[in-house]
């Protein structure tokens, strides 16, 4: 489902934020991206979603080569992703309702479609009956399932999280988490770049772990240390 | 037809126009100057060209005949001014038609009761098959005998003609320069615009709205800055013609201005389709250098 070979990033101002990496993710696994600031895992889900463009390498995301898209097929590259971010990106003019929808009317659905398919999300992530709210009026953790809900309106097959829990406290992450667990149930593909210790090892998920840029270790059913739950840790 | 994805897009043109009031009222006020004054210009240039043309259309040679001329010597010299080849027309006007025929034209603008007597000479009014052949057809005719005095108009047709076109190259500088203007005020009243709606965008962006559904409101918002500062111009053009039109018309007699047209109508979907284009374009740009970056 998301390929990257060989892939390098460096930044116009000299920065290698990602060096030879090679990862392979399937279709419907879940998947944290975890590692210190600066390691590069932002990066990488900046060239998943075509924000950056690889120095050099294949990156290839639901059987599409994003390394050698063209500007103008970005839009329909999107449009199979859902993209969420720590700070939650909603438009606070826009009731939730609204920034779901936009989604949506942004692309060209047409309105019945829109009527149809925006209650169902706001209904999955357990918001429907704050749907005339505005982002101002929620708690973060309702922000940011707001903000799921628009990145699942569209049906992505892959959705990528950057730091989904980074502006919420304990219960509201593990709530993020677990709604972002019945999203992948339902057959979606995750990867949840993430700081987030207690989460990594409360899910025992694949971890993909990066350090100055490299893979340095990718674990099935892993912690966010390597081999180490955070009880270990703390204890040893 | 899906009424819902045009109430959305309506809605977000008018969300942002409203927003941005201060910005978008100079971008539809340079407009609307821009347009009055190429309202303005054409108007002068249609006066001129109908002008001209009709001055040129009377470049005729008037040949006064001396007063104590006999029906006989009349008759001998318009058949010898009908015998030149040089000559398209020739036509005899007793002063009594002459007289007349003045009053008749400047009725409601000058009380012509007020001359004493009737102060025209009878003349002949001859024209020539070419313009060009005015002078030496004048020339001829002044030395015929019983003919007292020879006038012809030439060079001032020739010289109004020639202001005529130094007035339009002026115009069209300060017209372009205009809307230049215009265009930059409009262009840069949009880039703000997406300057304050960057976070909008680039969430569009991020949820796949391709460049057409992101510029589009930005483009009617400049179409619709155009085509409101085309609006206020003809409504300035308007009144102008409905309130100094008269006026001026009363105030220079003696240019003929009642027969040139100035038919604001007419103009109205030029001046529209101008304003829209103004606003269009630089919208385009405005938004197409966002995109881009």
């Given at each position: 489902m998301l390929s990257l070979r060989n892939v390098s990033l460096v930044y116009p101002n000299g920065v290698h934020a990602l060096d030879h990496v090679n990862l392979e993710i399937a279709k419907?696994?879940?998947?944290?991206?975890?590692?210190?600031?600066?390691?590069?895992?932002?990066?990488?889900?900046?060239?998943?979603?075509?924000?950056?463009?690889?120095?050099?390498?294949?990156i290839t995301v639901d059987g599409i080569r994003v390394d050698r898209l063209r500007r103008n097929r970005i839009a329909a590259l999107r449009?199979?992703?859902?993209?969420?971010?720590?700070?939650?990106?909603?438009?606070?003019?826009?009731?939730?309702?609204?920034?779901v929808a936009f989604a949506m009317q942004v692309t060209g659905a047409h309105t019945r479609d829109v009527m149809r398919q925006v209650p169902r999300v706001l209904d999955l992530v357990g918001l429907a009956h704050k749907s005339r709210m505005y982002p101002g009026e929620l708690s973060g953790g309702e922000q940011q399932r707001s903000a799921i809900a628009?990145?699942?309106?569209?049906?992505?097959?892959?959705?990528?999280?950057?730091?989904?829990?980074?502006?919420?406290?304990?219960?509201?992450?593990?709530?993020?988490?677990?709604?972002?667990?019945r999203i992948n149930l339902k057959g979606t593909t995750v990867v949840v770049a993430t700081h987030n210790q207690s989460v990594v090892d409360r899910m025992r998920r694949r971890v993909v772990r990066l350090e100055e840029g490299r893979v340095s270790t990718d674990e099935e059913r892993g912690y966010y240390y390597l081999g180490l739950g955070q009880g270990q840790v703390l204890s040893g | 037809m899906d009424w819902g994805k045009v109430k959305f897009f309506l809605g977000e043109v008018l969300r942002n126009f409203t927003r941005n009031a201060g910005m978008q009222a100079t971008a539809i006020g340079t407009v609307a100057i821009t347009i009055v004054l190429l309202g303005t210009f054409l108007f002068i240039r249609a006066a001129l060209a109908g002008l001209g043309g009709q001055l040129l259309d009377q470049i005729t040679i008037s040949a006064a005949v001396a007063n104590n001329a006999s029906n006989a010597q009349v008759a001998t010299l318009r058949r010898s001014i009908a015998a030149d080849p040089r000559v398209a027309s020739v036509e005899y006007v007793p002063k009594e038609k002459g007289w007349a025929d003045l009053r008749r034209r400047l009725r409601g603008q000058i009380d012509t009761t007020l001359i004493p007597g009737n102060p025209l000479p009878d003349v002949f009014r001859i024209r020539a098959r070419h313009p060009e052949a005015v002078p030496s057809v004048a020339t001829?005719?002044?030395?015929?005998?019983?003919?007292?005095?020879?006038?012809?108009?030439?060079?001032?047709?020739?010289?109004?003609?020639q202001l005529g076109d130094v007035l339009r190259r002026i115009g069209v500088g300060v017209i372009v320069l205009f809307f230049c203007v215009a265009g930059i005020i409009i262009a840069n009243t949009i880039r703000l615009t997406v300057f304050a709606r960057r976070r909008e965008i680039s969430i569009m962006q991020l949820v796949g709205a391709t460049n057409f559904y992101?510029?589009?409101p930005f483009i009617c918002e400049g179409l619709l800055a155009g085509?409101?500062?085309?609006?206020?111009?003809?409504?300035?053009?308007?009144?102008?013609?409905?309130?100094?039109?008269?006026?001026?018309?009363?105030?220079?007699?003696?240019i003929p201005l009642n027969s040139v047209s100035?038919?604001?109508?007419?103009?109205?979907?030029?001046?529209?389709?101008?304003?829209?284009?103004?606003?269009l374009i630089a919208s385009w740009i405005a938004v197409g250098r966002h995109l881009r970056a």
């Open positions: 419907g696994e879940f998947v944290f991206l975890v590692g210190d600031s600066g390691t590069g895992k932002s990066s990488m889900l900046r060239l998943l979603y075509r924000e950056a463009r690889p120095t050099s390498g294949e449009r199979h992703l859902g993209v969420v971010f720590q700070d939650f990106k909603l438009l606070v003019d826009k009731t939730v309702w609204e920034n628009r990145a699942l309106v569209n049906n992505p097959k892959i959705l990528l999280c950057d730091e989904p829990t980074g502006n919420l406290d304990p219960v509201n992450s593990n709530e993020i988490m677990e709604l972002l667990s | 001829s005719v002044a030395r015929l005998s019983g003919i007292a005095s020879v006038r012809y108009g030439h060079a001032e047709v020739a010289r109004l003609l992101i510029r589009a085509l409101v500062g085309a609006l206020l111009a003809v409504v300035i053009l308007g009144v102008a013609r409905a309130t100094i039109w008269p006026k001026l018309v009363s105030a220079l007699v003696f100035f038919q604001l109508g007419q103009m109205v979907g030029e001046l529209f389709v101008i304003g829209g284009a103004v606003g």
